[in-house]
């Protein structure tokens, strides 16, 4: 069982920056992926980002590209996500999970971080 723990979030104006952190304990593997999620009041969660723990690829979204990074820490079992150029459509529940590499389904979540940008 993996524990997922997000921090960071909070409110800030648009064209401003944040930095979310997910420190992940527990059954940990080298082999895991580690994404970002996000969900806004009344729509699904969509996903954000994703970074291998081994060799550090990483995947985003159109809408966030060239404005979020992910990137983590191996030797603090977190996984951070710089955001950049802030609009109001980032503002949601933000999400880490976890999923084996060899999986398509993230089986591990925490419990979500609050980004609101105000206009």
């Known amino acids: 069982q993996v524990q997922l723990v997000e921090s960071g979030g909070g409110l800030v104006q648009a064209g401003g920056s944040l930095r979310l952190s997910c420190e992940a304990s527990?059954?940990?593997?080298?082999?895991?992926?580690m994404g970002w999620f996000r969900q806004a009041p009344g729509k699904g969660r969509e996903y954000v980002a994703s970074i291998t723990w081994s060799r550090g690829y990483t995947y985003y979204t159109d809408a966030v590209k060239g404005r979020f990074t992910i990137s983590r820490d191996n030797a603090k079992n977190t996984v951070y996500l710089q955001m950049n150029s802030l609009k109001p459509e980032d503002t949601a529940v933000y999400y880490c999970?976890?999923?084996?590499?060899?999986?398509?389904?993230?089986?591990?979540w925490g419990q979500g971080t609050q980004v609101t940008v105000s206009s």
């Open positions: 527990g059954r940990t593997f080298s082999s895991d992926v």
């Open positions: 999970a976890r999923r084996a590499e060899s999986n398509r389904n993230y089986d591990s």
